[in-house]
């Protein structure tokens, strides 16, 4: 199939990105430069959270599988991009409703988030997935759900989006950035980074455009 374009939805890995809640934990060190060595290097320390990232069940679910044991399928496959613009503060079982999600889907939810800088200091007031619309798509049985922002939930004590979207086996990706995206269908490829063991790992996300 010949595709139009290709989209990379990921957030730019440097040392000054927006972090959650500010923790800074990208850091770029340059172990070689080509003036001095007539070559580059570079060691990155990096959280399992930052930018663009899939969480695994083991996030929040005791016994769940780290992000090594993710079904790729989940993440690889036709989607669909969401126009939530409008949604101010979060994302609601009536926001989602009227797009007649389907069970097997991927869904990109693309809200006002996607407008902030990537750089820019972390928004407390992100657009987020609540508790209800969760619990939502775990009835519509989708396969997976990404937001344009580095979390999916906020202020939930019991984190009850995670919970319910990883106990069901539903992969969650955060850290989309979808500014430049029409909402349709596309074909994703969304591939973490094989990590061993880990609750989440950064990845590269990209749309295929037909």
């Known amino acids: 199939m010949q595709y139009k374009a290709i989209i990379d939805i990921s957030w730019p890995i440097t040392a000054d990105m927006t972090a959650y809640k500010d923790r800074k934990l990208v850091v770029v060190n340059k172990t070689k430069t080509f003036e001095k060595d007539q070559v580059r290097e570079a060691v990155v320390t990096i959280g399992t959270h930052s930018g663009t990232h899939v969480d695994a069940p083991a996030h929040f679910v005791a016994t769940g599988h780290t992000i090594d044991q993710l079904n790729l399928s989940l993440l690889v496959g036709r989607c669909r991009v969401l126009d939530l613009t409008h949604c101010v503060e979060r994302i609601t079982v009536d926001d989602l409703a009227v797009h007649g999600i389907q069970a097997g889907e991927r869904i990109l939810c693309?809200?006002?988030?996607?407008?902030?800088?990537?750089?820019?200091?972390?928004?407390?007031?992100?657009?987020?997935?609540?508790?209800?619309?969760?619990?939502?798509?775990?009835?519509?049985?989708?396969?997976?759900?990404?937001?344009?922002?580095?979390?999916?939930?906020?202020?939930?004590?019991?984190?009850?989006?995670?919970?319910?979207?990883?106990?069901?086996?539903?992969?969650?990706?955060?850290?989309?950035?979808?500014?430049?995206?029409?909402?349709?269908?596309?074909?994703?490829?969304?591939?973490?980074?094989?990590?061993?063991?880990?609750?989440?790992?950064?990845?590269?996300?990209?749309?295929l455009q037909y």
Not at 119 to 130: E, G, K, L, R, Y
Not at 147 to 167: A, F, K, N, V, W
């Open 110 to 207: 693309k809200t006002c988030n996607s407008q902030e800088d990537p750089t820019a200091p972390f928004n407390p007031s992100f657009v987020f997935i609540d508790d209800a619309a969760s619990a939502y798509l775990v009835t519509r049985k989708v396969a997976a759900v990404g937001i344009d922002y580095l979390g999916i939930e906020r202020q939930q004590p019991e984190h009850q989006t995670h919970q319910q979207l990883l106990e069901a086996g539903i992969a969650i990706i955060e850290g989309l950035r979808l500014a430049s995206v029409p909402p349709g269908l596309y074909d994703l490829i969304c591939l973490p980074m094989l990590m061993n063991g880990l609750d989440a790992a950064p990845a590269r996300a990209i749309l």
